[in-house]
């Protein structure tokens, strides 16, 4: 298997620009993770999916933010708009169930938004 | 927000050397997971220890888990320069088994060749 995949590996867009990030997670896997690292505040989990249903959104930081499993084998998250401090590694993880199975990490999307 | 708590946050030693990073957590986890990352990679799962399980082994990788201080450390031996990464812990907070994984702030270690 390729792993997790995500798309695209580096984002530069402008203030007030729509942004999607793409993730396909592993087959088989059913349970899907979005992430946000920053240096301020490390690692944070966003949204997760089980069978392709949001489970927690709660981390989500606005409206602003909003994220899609159309099917089991893709993922997307959105910005719109798009803001400077939206700036981050974005991170998509898949596993095969609940807290007693590994995480695999994508490569994660360095965005930028000037 | 976070569960686990990394420390030290950031720990430099000579390629030979033992190194030891620990882990605090606040709730009761059914399991603890610790990852590595190296520098603009995603993390990588390196060991799982359930929390019937004090000790677990995995090559260099020695996890230790004491459920009465919601503590666990991570001991590399004989580090390599290639280790150089950080390390975070990850639980599970109640209610368990929801996938709702929390990640600490991590180790940022250092093995000088």
């Known amino acids: 298997d390729a792993g997790v995949i995500q798309s695209p590996r580096h984002e530069v867009t402008e203030m007030g620009q729509e942004v999607t990030l793409r993730c396909k997670p592993i087959s088989g896997h059913n349970s899907l993770f979005w992430y946000r690292q920053t240096m301020m505040r490390g690692l944070e989990l966003l949204i997760y999916?089980?069978?392709?249903?949001?489970?927690?959104d709660s981390g989500m930081p606005e409206d602003r933010f909003s994220a899609k499993m159309p099917n089991a084998s893709f993922s997307t998250l959105k910005i719109q708009p798009s803001e400077p401090r939206d700036s981050a590694v974005y991170f998509c993880?898949?596993?095969?169930?609940?807290?007693?199975?590994?995480?695999?990490f994508g490569p994660g999307t360095r965005l930028t938004v000037t | 927000s976070q569960q686990g708590e990394e420390d030290p946050q950031a720990l430099s030693i000579q390629e030979g050397e033992n190194a030891t990073m620990n882990c605090s957590y606040k709730t009761s986890i059914n399991n603890l997971q610790w990852y590595r990352q190296n520098s603009g990679r995603g993390l990588v799962h390196l060991i799982l220890i359930r929390s019937n399980e004090r000790e677990k082994h995995s090559g260099r990788l020695r996890v230790t888990l004491d459920t009465s201080k919601k503590s666990s450390s991570l001991l590399i031996t004989a580090s390599r320069a290639a280790d150089t990464a950080s390390y975070f812990c990850a639980t599970e907070p109640p209610p368990h088994n929801n996938n709702d994984m929390r990640f600490g702030a991590g180790t940022r270690l250092t093995v000088k060749p």
């Open positions: 999916f089980n069978n392709n249903v949001p489970i927690d």
């Open positions: 993880a898949s596993s095969q169930g609940g807290g007693s199975y590994e995480q695999y």
